[in-house]
C-alpha cells in the first residue's frame, strides 16, 4: 500500500543523524520535525529565520508569531535562535545545512530538480529552493510517484523549469526509497506491500532494481 504523507515524513526522518543542521520545505517535508528519532540532537532550519524549530504545536502551545517558511504556527525547542531572513539565507549559501528536504513537482536519473513552477500557473515566488540546492551538502526530495493523472514524476528528463541540476541524493516517494547516481534510480527500498513491478511502472526514467528489495521499516 502507498505510504501516506505522514509515513513518507517518517522515512525521511530515518535520514537524519545526530548533529545535523536540517531545513525542512513545505508540505511533507515540514512533517518530518514530527518524527525526529527521539534523543537525536538535530537542529532544523528554516529560511525565514529559526535555528531550533521544533515540532507542530499544541493548542495550547500556539503562537501566532512563531511561524516556519511555509506560514504554520512551530514551535522552537531548547537553545532556538531567531535571526534575520538576510542571516538565515548567509546560512544556507554559506555551506552550513547539512541536509535539506524538499518537495518536487519532478525529478529525473541525472539528479535535477524541478520544483518552483509550472508554466501557465501562477506564483507568488520562487522562494529559497535555488539556494537551498546550491548550498546544501545533502538533498532528498519527497513526493508522490506519479501525479494525478498517474504519470510519472521520475523522468528521464525534467520537462518543467529546473531548481536546481545535479542535485539530488535520494527520492522517498509514496512507493519506494531511491538513490540517485550514474544517471539512474537505483531502488532502496518499497513502501509495505507495494512491489517491484508497480514502481517499475510508474517510474519513467532509467530504473535500477537489485535481485531483493526489502520492505521500509518503521519503529512502533
Known sequence: MALTREQMAMR????LRDGFYVNLGIGIPTLVANYVPQGMDVMLQSENGLLGMGAYPTEQEVDADMINAGKETVTARTGAAIFS???????????HVD????????????????SWMIPGKLIKGMGGAMDLVAGAKNIICTMTHANKQGESKLLQHCSL?????????????????????GGAFHLLERAPGVSVAEIQAKTAGILICPDDVPEMAFST
Open 12 to 15: 525521511v526522518a530515518q535520514e
Open 85 to 95: 531572513s538576510a542571516e538565515s539565507f548567509a546560512m544556507i549559501r554559506g555551506g
Open 99 to 114: 541536509l535539506t528536504v524538499l518537495g518536487a513537482f519532478e525529478v529525473d536519473q541525472h539528479g535535477n530538480l524541478a
Open 161 to 181: 523549469p529546473l531548481t536546481g541540476v545535479n542535485c539530488i541524493n535520494k527520492i522517498v516517494t509514496d512507493l519506494a526509497l531511491l538513490e540517485v547516481k
